[in-house]
């Protein structure tokens, strides 16, 4: 391809002739932003987002369809450019529908991610839920019991019965995360830089979490005995055991922080000391002075702050109430004072309130709490004297009010009544009406009006350089959880300040539905809250320990459970987002009405919501252009336009073959895979790449996960960037909560849970036994070909240590091309497919292969042509030159008579690679030659090259044995591009051949039914679910030994079974249909704490074998190479692998052409089953 110059925001590249200006720009690293693009489909354009401006045209182009000329010059960012881009995306969102984050977490003032910690709970990963929430704030045992959770106010479950149990849940984990060492996020190194916070509140505390996470050094001054403020000296003991704040505060300074007690800004620390020994500095002094009552008399002896009393409380300091005491405020305060009165002793307790009680800002549960604990409330009060004697309170006279207008708050303002008084006696009055900043007098730094310090907003920074403010100390006294969200959010900018960048905190658009109805939910199931239990009033009333109790296990699983999922499942992967707040759009600019066409989808794996499409096209195109199906379609025009699969049919009802490609091609979250778990949760997630063992194709994919569940699997491009049905969803059985994980042996005929050890020397014994008492070939091993290299070979290993041949899988038939070659083996590799002239695909390799499917689809366009054979109409028909539709064998026996007529053979050098030539002429003498195998005969005859490509699962031997003869007089085997490729059923079939399990189902039967073989070591396959009949064979046995995933009922049988782990939580090699050997990487740590290879380590240990990996690798590598098959792409360019290093001609009666597919490995074949249930095509 000839090169030409081109300049990218003035960088100069040589770039291909042919490659779009996107192609280019992602080869150098330059971005282009897209939402309709896929490097895999032809350019659709259809976004508008990738528009770049060219030197000398007057219009912007698509980048994604404008190819790139010699000498032009392309601007990517310019102000033309950005403005748009910015269009596009208003335009985009002017119909897009639904909720980047769901309500809760908005509400949230620290956005703590409500929705992915509830899931996550609702999935048994608590751990992980914990370590979620601890990405915004670090205390969530005392927050989970003291937060008034804004986020239950916003929950959309109050539209079906009750909110989410948010708080209680994080509480739940909060607690579970004391119970050992604590989790401490991941710590960067550091950076030498030191900052000082003043203040150890819930503000300075968390601002001092955040700050040691980066690395910084953080030393925090606190003017009281202990940190924790407001958490501390403001929140009863009764509400917030400071056992639970301590061990939280810990885990701070287990991080590196640096807690100073009594030590007092401008009195024990000048502020000047701190500017000039740290980096910067954080004020987070809080909000200590209680609001006087305003009144005359207000400071008299017997007139208490309500945050003053409550600090003396938890301070254990003396506090004298007497008999009556009368708190005047309506807020959560107010409450927390009343109800320590009461537990002090105080007879009468009576708060007075200058609104109604619908008006209190206090929550419910606090007020209903305080008046079964013998609190009075007298409402439309407001104090107007301190009736004192003596210089002492007696009594408060106060003002009658009703309700007036509303105002700025929304409440209906309190209006006196005139000549309406009052007078409470009392003898302590507790002012709980509002507290305020104490500042001491700093020269320089700033104040507002209402005394609080001055921030520039984003950036938390003071009047003074280096110095910043955030907490109750700048907004005025407000919840903690507001508090935590300003230590956070200036923990963010100040160490961007450190790092030399002042970025202020910046609130990300979020597409919000703030137009939903309780109508939109109706068909939701009404599920009861989970009840808090509270000690009852008696009870609770004359002590001070906690009131309520934390949910069980059982009971958080159940209250996480009734969350609706509203945040979008998509939104860390949705590239709308992303380019949204990239290019500050304003979405209000264009905004209309908005369809709303979601309905709830019943297929299992795929989710689709028309409300999130952007109408780019790509699941449309990659289902038809990629996979060869046309399952999704446009309907309608205009501004009606929506996707829809075919015909309108539901998808499970169409030709949709489950691959997920459209969701995994979807940019905004309109199409989504179902995850593999109890509840849908959108959280980040780890990837490790790894292979897929379903099937030959060896898929590479990569494995996301959280804690201890699978969450998503996704294609690589190395398999056309798809994968099928089994390896996109059937992983879903890592996460199955019917997985064996404990040893299990029979006793008195039922199976009982024992440990590793035991259930392994039972294993030996008994095979020992056996062995004794029957001597040579009494056992029988018999593994699914799914295990891998390492394991195979171990147990072939096992077999020769227990003296047995027998070695086999019910899943093996018996073996023809080594007998024809020398070797079980495909003879090229799947990169030859795409540079081949002919392909004739045989069976239904797209069918039970998709990806093979794909390949072939992408070799037709790539120019071969493709030749189809099978019993029935396949999905590759329609891309092929012709089509075969045979039952017998007898057509290709028809086209070798064919080959030989019309001179197509050529006999002398066939004679001298070749065996049997004669006997196999012999054979099709008398075969009638019907024009289709004429037809067949002059295409493969005449194409250069030619591959064969058969299903392993449905072709007969009979049929591969003569396609191998066909290849063979065609002289088209042992040459690149030329030969045959077995895909086969299971993800190492050919390394398992390789490694030595050979036998196939027959002879084992065989020799079970003769009673020669007693015992049988059953590895991951199910014969009694794939056969019913095998389960007699099986009752022949004297001893049955089971490893699997699962009790299955072949293991049901069983004397001793052993659990196994998927292969994601496996390492070692595997051996593509095309002899490729992977790596399998571990994925997860092994579910039941011990690998299949370290399992029959043990096994083989007992028996006196003594291996590792590494010596297994070594071994592995030896026996490849002594057959030539370590590494080799192409088989038999040197010669032949059989014995006299010639092919011998397969020559046999006339059989079916086909077979029925019969799977009895474990997993698969469940997995099958399921599809199968659901009435679902793969």
Known sequence: MRLVRVNIDNKEIFAEEGKTILEVAHENNIEIPHLCYDKRLKPYGACGLCVVEI????????????????????????????????????????????????????????????????????????????????????????????????????????????????????????????????????????????????????????????????????????????????????????????????????????????????????????????????????????????????????????????????????????????????????????????????????????????????????????????????????????????????????????????????????????????????????????????????????????????????????????????????????????????????????????????????????????????????????????????????????????????????????????????????????????????????????PQRLSGYKHKRYEPQKHPFIERNPDKCILCGLCIRVCEEVVGVCALGFVNRGFETIVKPEFGLPLEETSCISCGQCADICPTGACIGKQPVAKQVPVNTVATKTVCTFCGMGCEMLVETKGNLIFDASPVQSNEGMLCAFGRFGIKYVNDKDRILAPLIKVNGELSKTTFDQALIETAKKLQAIRASYGKDSIAIIASQRLTNEEALLLTKLAQKLDTTVIGSFDLRESVLDRIFGLNASTNSFDEIYSTDLIVAVGKVAENHAVMGAKLKKAVELGAKLVTINNGETRADERAIATYKIDNTAFFKATIKALFEMKAVDEDYVSKIAVNLDELKDDVKNVEVTDEASEFAKIIAGAKTAMVIVDEDTVSDTTIGLLADILTLTQKIGRPRCGIIKVTGLGNTQGAWDMGIRMSKEGIVKLINEGKVKAAFIVSEDPQAADKNLGEVLDKLECLIVADVFLTETAKKADVVLPLVSHVESTGTVTRADGKIQNLNLVLKPKNGLSNLDLLLKLAELFGLQYNLEKLNREMVELLQNENKYNQQILYTEGFATPDKTVHLFVSKDAPAFVEKAVFDTVKNRFEKYLQDKHLKY
């Open 55 to 586: 030197e000398g045209s007057p219009k912007l182009a698509r980048a994604c369809s404008t190819y790139v000329t010699d000498k032009m010059v392309i601007k990517t960012n310019s102000p033309r450019v950005r403005n748009a881009r910015r269009m596009a995306l208003e335009l985009l969102l002017s119909e897009h529908r639904g909720d980047c984050r769901p309500p809760c977490v908005l509400a949230c003032p620290a956005h703590t991610d409500c929705q992915g910690y509830v899931g996550l709970i609702a999935n048994g990963q608590f751990r992980e839920a914990v370590a979620l929430i601890k990405e915004q704030l670090p205390f969530p045992a005392s927050i989970g019991r003291v937060c008034p959770h804004p986020c239950e106010e916003a929950c959309r479950r109050n539209m079906v019965d009750q909110p989410i149990a948010i708080a209680e849940l994080k509480r739940f984990v909060g607690d579970i995360d004391l119970l050992d060492d604590g989790y401490i996020p991941p710590i960067k190194p550091k950076t030498g830089k030191k900052v000082a916070i003043v203040g150890g509140g819930p503000a300075g505390l968390t601002c001092a979490f955040f700050l040691a996470k980066e690395g910084h050094d953080v030393v925090v001054y606190e003017a009281m005995p202990k940190a924790g403020g407001m958490l501390r000296y403001g929140i009863p003991e009764y509400r917030l055991p400071k056992r639970i704040l301590d061990k939280e505060i810990e885990l701070i300074e287990k991080m590196g922080v640096q807690i100073k007690t009594n030590m007092r800004l401008g009195v024990d620390i000048p502020l000047e000391y701190l500017r000039k020994n740290y980096d910067a500095v954080f004020l987070a002094v809080g909000a200590w002075k209680s609001s006087t009552l305003g009144c005359p008399g207000d400071s008299a002896e017997g007139v208490i702050g309500g945050i003053e009393f409550l600090r003396k409380v938890s301070m254990n300091q003396p506090v004298n109430l007497g008999q009556r005491v009368l708190v005047v405020g309506g807020g959560n305060t107010a409450m927390d004072a009343a109800r320590t009165a009461i537990r002090l002793g105080a007879k009468e307790v009576t708060v007075l309130y200058r609104r109604t009680r619908e008006e209190m800002p206090a929550e419910d549960i606090e007020v209903k709490e305080a008046e079964e604990e013998g609190v009075k409330f007298q409402f439309l009060v407001a104090p107007i004297e301190v009736i004192t004697d003596g210089g002492r309170v007696r009594a408060l006279k106060c003002q009658r009010m009703r309700l007036g207008d509303m105002d700025e708050s929304g409440r209906r303002r309190p209006v006196p009544i005139e000549g309406a008084e009052v007078i409470f006696e009392a003898d302590t009055i507790i002012s709980a009406i509002g507290q305020k900043v104490r500042v001491e007098d700093i020269e320089g730094l700033e104040l507002t009006r209402h005394g609080t310090i001055k921030v520039d907003e984003g950036t938390y920074q003071t009047s003074l350089e280096g110095v910043f403010a955030g907490g109750d100390a700048v907004t005025g006294p407000k919840i903690a959880i507001e508090a935590i969200a300003q230590g956070k959010n200036a923990a963010k900018v100040i160490d961007s300040y450190l790092r030399g960048k002042l970025e202020p905190i910046k609130e990300p658009y979020y597409v919000k539905q703030e137009d939903l109805t309780p109508e939109d939910f109706k068909d939701r199931e009404k599920r009861p809250r989970v009840p808090l239990k509270v000690a009852n009033a008696e009870e609770r009333k004359n002590n001070f320990r906690e009131i309520t109790s934390t949910m069980t296990e059982e009971e958080a699983i159940a209250e996480a459970s009734r969350c609706l999922e509203c945040g979008c499942m998509d939104y860390f992967e949705c590239q709308l987002y992303k380019y949204v707040n990239q290019y500050d759009v304003d």
